[in-house]
């Protein structure tokens, strides 16, 4: 209705002045280049967020799951530091080995598939936000000029370019407490270094943060045992050792980038980034009891550890109406993740040892994965009536999991230790052709066209070993190619105001099954006649979407204000759809439709007095309507992961005070909706409650410096935001549930030169 109801306003009414305007009392437009082209987000026919460095750090948002939590469209799926899965517009990325939301560092994609055994697999990497240039978040398919993976949206993180003419630095520090945990701190810093006058330059960037624990580790004396399904009461049992505060993480970056320009036309960019990120436990309690710990029989720490490297080269050089571009880049990434698995082993091999339960109870997984990406692309450069990108994408990924749970209180029993041994070599290739032209048919109208061929295999190996595995050597390969189209229908009846309607293809490459034993002392077979099947396809194939949005951009109030909407319909195929056996193991096919229905609506609007007024509210009802094979998720109900309602509402204010101080204060809150999430099946736990968390903050600026005083969740309110999915194998007992961080006030401070 909102594109309508603009539609039918009299000339020039969404420019309606109210007095004389300054560019002081305008909207900044931000500068953006998600059509691989310079464009600012109200003239590009996409629905998009794009986000400052400035306007992060006045926010003091320093992660991309902060961000996310505040754009309407995008839910996410936490489990802790660096284990975050996103979703944008209902397509959830429960199922299947690889995600639905691309991930890119600049131009290079950093969200790799893996194997769906594998902790790693699908999540995004947690870089600190300091020191960019923007954030842009795009919804809806970006099949075309993005590719695999992007079929629900795209996250892009755009990094600032060394500047070849001034020296400069900053450096930033904060520190905060935690309610009910301990002292959090942090440290920024960047230095921008021209070593040849407009021809050389580096810029260095690097970030050292701790965050405390806030989940207690408790180990018991006499760890009752389960009754039938029911967990025993844990939390009354005599308390052997108390570990406070155990979930602390800690994390260290660096990025380096060395632009040379030798020509005007020519510019060569390598650049480097490095991240590492240790936690001392999972954040995550135990339901039942509900407490702020997780209960153990034995000792058993739960640490990771996840370390990422990006080596890229990024070649660009202009013609007199032509920019070729070349972009290479190298990735590699290793975890290691530790579970305390006691009660997972009760359910799967029966009582053992002295107390019935294992005294060793823990599995490892050791991951690392190794990617080559180039893109080549040619764009036209200059301002005419047809417009046009083109290019080519080859990617080479490799991956090695390895999975292992070493019981010694199954030798008396079984005479071995091995209740679980997988290793999995798995390598994806994929090759890709795009294009996309624009076209100004008429002053006011403009037709966007795109295609992209694309084509993948993957290779696939599974050496699986113990008590609890389907013993033996699997291997084999599969592929799949196809088209992905986009077109795009704008108009602009004034320069203030712009519709569209867009009806656009994505998809996300298939993968492998882990063989789920049916029989041995761990027998699943039951479970697959309870379904009514005979075991699971040993792969499973693509899945797509078609998406057709209308949308709308406008500027009011002489450009005090921006309002943004899209409303949007997807029709999803073949669907990668989860299923999770009653023995606790899980598997994916492509065995449903679905679809996904809703709104985005995002205003920003300059009050007067120094006041900024930003509103966002998504709305998404997205369900299956078929399922050949019964998953996870009931026909007609929400899909996992995905809220009904997210809004935000943030009031911001800023006011000079005297000479070149100036005071300004923020206040935020964020309303996310309840979800399913099915990761614990079968334990009963498999909805987040919805949740509305209050930010605030108030700071300080006087010419080189700023200083902020801020309280993170101020009413200290309790949101889960995941379930966690057991590395050995789920249990009916309990579930292992993720939190957000207890109020935390803190204080930060920056100085430049």
Known sequence: MLPVILAGLPGGAWAQQQGPSTDGDQLTEIVITAEKRVSTVQQTPISITAVSGDQLSKEGITDVGRLASQVPGIAMASEGPGRTQFNIRGLSSSGGSSPTVGFYLDDVPVTPPTSQLASAGKVMIDPDLYDLARVEILRGPQGTLY???????????????????????????????????????????????????????????????????????????????????????????????????????????????LLFKPTEDLSIEPAIFHQRLTTGALSAIDMPPGTMAHYQPYDVPESSLQAFDDYSLRIKYDLSN????????????????????????????????????????????RHSSHQFNQELRVSSNDDSILQWVAGGFYSRFSDHLLVRNTVNDLVPIYGTANAFTDVEPDSLTQQALFGEVNYQFLPDWKATVGLRYFHYRFEYQQNADGLAAQTGTFSGAAGAYGLTPKFTLTYTPDKNLL??????????????????????????????????????????GPDAVWNYEIGEKAKLLDGRMTLNSSFYYIDWQRIQLQTTLACGYFFTANSGKAYSEGAEVEASVKLGGGFRLNQSLGTTRSALTDAALPGNSPIGQQLPDVPRWTATTSLEYSRDIAGDLTFSALVTNRFVDAQYDYSAVPASYFQKPAYDLVDMRIGLAGGSWTTSLYVDNLFDRRAVTGINRNVAQNNPYYARVFINRPRTIGVTAETEF
């Not at 006058?197 to 045992?225: C, H, M, Q, W």
């Open 322 to 365: 032509i920019s070729l571009q070349s972009i290479t880049s190298l990735l590699r990434g290793s975890s290691y993740v530790k579970e305390d698995d006691a009660e997972s082993q009760y359910f799967a091999f029966g009582p053992m040892g002295p107390t019935g339960l294992p005294t060793d109870n823990s599995t490892t997984e």
């Open 499 to 540: 519709f569209y309607a867009t009806a656009s293809k994505g998809y996300r490459p298939g993968g492998p099954n882990l063989p789920i034993p049916t029989s041995g002392v761990v027998d699943c077979s039951s479970s697959y006649q309870q379904l009514g099947i005979k075991t699971e396809p040993s792969t499973f």
């Open 147 to 257: 590719g695999a993976s992007s079929m629900g949206g795209t996250i892009r993180l755009i990094t600032n370019d060394p500047d070849l003419e001034h020296f400069s630095g900053r450096v930033q520090a904060g520190v905060s407490g935690t309610d009910g945990g301990g002292v959090n701190y942090s440290g920024n810093f960047m230095l921008n270094v021209p070593i040849v006058s407009d021809k050389l330059a580096l810029r260095l960037v690097g970030t050292e943060k701790y965050n405390s624990g806030f989940i207690d580790r408790i180990v018991t004396n006499d760890f009752p045992l389960p009754n039938g399904t029911m967990r025993g009461d844990v939390a009354g049992a005599p308390v052997a050792k108390v570990h406070s505060n155990d979930n602390d993480d800690r994390t260290t970056g660096f990025r380096a980038t």
